[in-house]
């Protein structure tokens, strides 16, 4: 149980445009989700939470009108990069965690994206 | 505030070696959970394990087993009869009660590079 999905596991996209990536909570109600960010040999960084039905919190730092995040439902939450840049390259994960999951976050697969 | 260190940032090692990344905590909770999670070369962040901050029991699963010190404030991770398949990077990481267990800190990782 427990399983988290994300879609898409990679996406390349030109400069300017904008992308979003799906984090889905196959088997559990995701009250909470997070979304964080890893640069290549580097750690993850958490970008921001979101409850369900709740404006996302974003860490410092983090541009909240350059990355959107919506979490309109118990199993879905979406983060679109705005008007994308080739310095948002990154591979970008989500978790999720809710009643049941003892405060244990599911981390996705992780997407991967390339702004060119 | 909490902090994660893991000092190793690469270790490599030939098959069927023991090897023990460290990781070192800083926190003012009296109550945490502390994790390691391994990400293979796909990306995937894999759960290893979860202890409690009141249970300073090692622990044994196969060829893992953790060390938990907490009048050192360590958490270290040794795998024993390294195999190939564990070459990976490791990150330790650390959530206080005091954030709801909500905030994930990790550690900048430790790659472990296992040749035949």
């Known amino acids: 149980g427990a399983v988290v999905s994300q879609h898409p596991s990679w996406v390349i996209c030109k400069s300017g445009t904008s992308v979003k990536i799906e984090c889905r909570s196959l088997?559990?109600?995701?009250?909470?989700m997070f979304w964080y960010r890893q640069f290549p040999k580097q750690s993850l960084m958490l970008m921001a939470t979101?409850?369900?039905?709740?404006?996302?919190?974003?860490e410092q730092g983090v541009e909240k009108d350059k990355f959107l995040i919506n979490h309109a439902s118990l199993t879905l939450s979406t983060l679109t990069v705005t008007s994308a840049h080739p310095e948002d390259s990154s591979f970008y994960i989500c978790?999720?965690?809710?009643?049941?999951?003892?405060?244990?976050?599911?981390f996705g697969p992780g997407t991967r994206l390339t702004v060119t | 505030a909490q902090k994660v260190t893991q000092a190793q940032t690469e270790i490599s090692v030939v098959e069927k070696e023991d090897v023990t990344l460290d990781c070192v905590y800083e926190?003012?909770?009296?109550?945490?959970?502390l994790f390691w999670y391994k990400q293979p070369p796909s990306g995937e962040l894999v759960f290893l394990i979860r202890r409690n901050s009141f249970d300073e029991q090692n622990e044994i699963s196969g060829r893992y087993s953790w060390n938990f010190q907490k009048s050192t404030s360590s958490f270290n991770f040794t795998i024993t009869a390294s195999q190939v398949v564990d070459s990976a990077v490791y990150f330790c990481a650390l959530s206080e009660a005091n954030s709801g267990y909500s905030t994930l800190t990790f550690g900048k990782g430790t790659m472990l590079l296992v040749s035949p």
């Open positions: 926190t003012r909770d009296t109550t945490y959970y």
């Open positions: 978790s999720a965690r809710g009643p049941g999951t003892a405060y244990e976050q599911y």
């Open positions: 979101s409850n369900e039905g709740s404006k996302a919190t974003y």
């Open positions: 088997d559990f109600q995701a009250t909470t």
